[in-house]
């Protein structure tokens, strides 16, 4: 087997007193190859910054705390202000430990060239201040209950169909919602 030579001549480390330093061409291999440069600054309550930026093109940013973008100040407001492009693969943002991602503005524009897909591990809620559209060539909903999917398709109304329990009581049950309401309680 090959022994990749390092060489730790190259290597400069610059500190700037003991909370800040730049690494610079470090030959310790990493997963995305050495780091051509790490640049680390901690607080005085041992909160850490790290950026680095490796042999394979990769740049990272580490904080231990929160990281804040803020642009446009100045801006006329005609442009865009913030940009994320990922120019061949995905951009992904993850919120861990029970977090959530919030996207604010006046205007929110979801625009997929194919498909656009919802999905939840649990319920999915659309509130509309006005009118809500669902528009397309084609409508599908599959369910179980609820008052959206054809009468007699869902599953209470097949179980009971053909029974002794009245239609009336079948319908107001499993597409309407509760059996007080309907029996006017």
Not at 12 to 29: L, Q, T, Y
Not at 105 to 124: F, M, P, Q, R, T
């Amino acid at each position: 087997m090959a022994v990749r030579e390092q060489n730790w001549w190259q290597r400069s480390i610059e500190s700037i007193g003991a909370d800040f330093r730049v690494d610079r061409h470090n030959p310790k291999m990493g997963c995305n190859g050495s780091d051509v440069y790490t640049q680390y600054a901690v607080t005085d309550d041992k909160n850490v910054n790290v950026q680095s930026l490796t042999e394979g093109g990769n740049y990272k940013i580490y904080n231990d705390q929160s990281i804040e973008i803020v642009a446009g100040q100045k801006s006329k407001g005609t442009g865009v202000d913030v940009v994320i492009v990922g120019k061949n693969g995905d951009v992904a943002i993850t919120a861990e430990k029970n977090g959530a991602v919030r996207i604010r503005a006046s205007k929110i524009v979801l625009d997929a060239d194919e498909n656009l897909e919802l999905l939840a591990g649990k319920d999915i809620n659309i509130k509309g201040g006005g009118r809500t559209l669902i528009h397309g060539n084609e409508c599908s909903i599959k369910a179980h209950t609820g008052n959206a999917i054809p009468l007699g398709t869902s599953f209470g109304e097949r179980c009971f169909s053909g029974s002794f329990v009245g239609t009336d009581l079948i319908t107001a049950t499993f597409n309407a919602g509760s059996v007080i309401t309907s029996l006017g309680g």
